[in-house]
């Protein structure tokens, strides 16, 4: 999640992984791969290498930065490696919940990163438990290893399609064992992975970003439902798995990856662009200035402000420095809120007709406050613009969202809404500009949180 310091009002991305096979630095390429992905998931990190002998692990709760140092990376010799940053959604905080997830069973060793969430993982525990399974943590990527070690099936392959074939859900993962680095993606291809190639060594992660920085090519996508086991021969390709729609999460392209990266094959930064020019097209208003909430409204608002020719201004600067463990230290100045991390630029604002781009509608808590905080600062107008449809629904294939109750779009009109937050006017883009933004409908694409149009079964999960 890019922007941390609206925790809490701001939808989360669950995880990025990340994986490497044969290269001499396997564990630094890793982190650096995951300092790409930070943005994925800031509560805990890990890196699983192989050094010849057998896979090791090094995990913790915080950044990348501060999980890895020196001392950490010397720790994590071998040519192979594959990482994860987290956010949790499924099972809970801390340590215990931080991933890779590393286990010896009969078969050997296996460690596995999991973007994602399953949605039949409770039925399976409960089978797995019931059968003598014991858990060591509460996440949902645990099952998928006991299930690998329960398997009957010949060969660590074939555990492992078997395991794969048993869950439901999304599911983007990098695998490791003693021999072999695998990429798999479930069959709707819900989460992004991509394919790279850094030099003679096979890269995978959840966005190019992470090939960008550790100046990997990019290959291609992982495509949904697909197996790609690299080893000592290569890479080979399957698909396992029965067929399906592809349904890939259109949010990843509204705010969750990175601008610079690829996603399902588009730039991020086009489509968030284009996000802004359909907007300005279906709900222009009168104004003098276009800003953005930044930092997640900055693309959208250049895509708006083009196609509407009113001019781009960075009418709110946002501080950096203002960590998700801030503390406000006493009763009389906790009000201070996004005042602290947003500064309004006076010369951008005062007397000035505003268009404030952002890029989603949560709770509505922050943006009633960004808008009172523009009208302090002397805007004339605010014209409140949010470069998606409006979130009714919660999201179930690993996005942290709040309650149905807690969105406001579930239970206020747009006029009611535009009450609330006290702006001008309020729109948002057409569920049709979204998908023409993001390639087109018949890419294929999961818009579950802004119709309840679920498209993979929700079999543990009851509508909240
Ligand atoms: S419900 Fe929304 S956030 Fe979740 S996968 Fe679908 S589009 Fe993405």
Redesign the pocket.
Known sequence: MSDGWRHGDR?HDECGVVGIFDHAEAANIAYLGLHALQHRGQESAGIVAHDGAGLRVHRGVGLVADVFGERELSLLPGRHAIGHVRYSTAGGTGLANAQPIMVRYGGGQVAVAHNGNLTNADTLRARLEANGSIFTTQSDTEVIVHLIARSLAGGFEARLVDALRQIQG?WSLTVLTEDRLIGARDPHG??PLVLGKLGTSYVFASETAALHLIGAEYVREVEPGELIVVDGNGLRVSRPFAQARR??????H?Y?ARPDSRIFGESVYGVRKALGAWLARESGVEADVVIPVPDSGVTAAIGYAEASGVPFGMGLVRSHYVGRTFIEPAQSIRHFGVKLKLAPVPEVIRGQRLIVIDDSLVRGTTSSKIIALLRAAGAKEVHLRIAAPP?T???????D?PERTQLIAASHSVPQMAEALGCDSLAFLSREGLLEAAGGESKG??????TGN??LPLTDLKAR
């Open positions: 939808l999304a819900v989460r349904r890939a999460c259109v949010f990843e509204v969750f979130i629904h919660p999201c179930y294939y690993g996005i969202t694409f999961c818009d579950a949180c802004f679920y498209p």
